[in-house]
Nanobody, 128 residues
Framework: VRLVESGGGLVQAGDFLKLSCSTSEDYDTTYNMGWFRRIPGSEREFVAA????????LYGDSVKGRFTITRAGTKNVVYLQVNNVKPEATGVYYC??????????????????????WGQGTQVTVSS
């Protein structure tokens, strides 16, 4: 399974930002998907996750209310939308995917270690 992030780059504070995560043909659409980021000087941080159906989402405390995770109708592309992006959002954003696991709660999707496949990341730089 291969994941490819896109949509990063240099943006202005206050702009709308939309990141995409595309999957390879062997991707199983029953997998859950998540976004993480690594901000300079910080550990990897959970941003958002979405269930395989798109019906359940989960957000990190620092992004609630401004970030939105969605899945395309075909389930093989996941988006991360940011309204009014701020300079502190600067970092590398990674998407990741994991098969469903009945032993995990939905909240477990905030943990990086439950994910089996990761993309290479896309750099987002927000200028003030």
């Amino acid at each position: 399974v291969r994941l490819v992030e896109s949509g990063g780059g240099l943006v202005q504070a206050g702009d709308f930002l939309k990141l995409s995560c595309s999957t390879s043909e062997d991707y199983d659409t029953t997998y859950n998907m998540g976004w993480f980021r690594r901000i300079p000087g910080s550990e990897r941080e959970f941003v958002a996750a979405v269930s395989w159906s798109g019906g359940r989402t989960l957000y990190g405390d620092s992004v609630k209310g401004r970030f939105t995770i969605t899945r395309a109708g075909t389930k093989n592309v996941v988006y991360l939308q940011v309204n009014n992006v701020k300079p502190e959002a600067t970092g590398v954003y990674y998407c990741a995917t994991t098969p469903p696991n009945n032993q995990h709660t939905h909240e477990a999707l905030s943990a990086y270690y439950v994910y089996e496949y990761w993309g290479q990341g896309t750099q987002v730089t927000v200028s003030s």
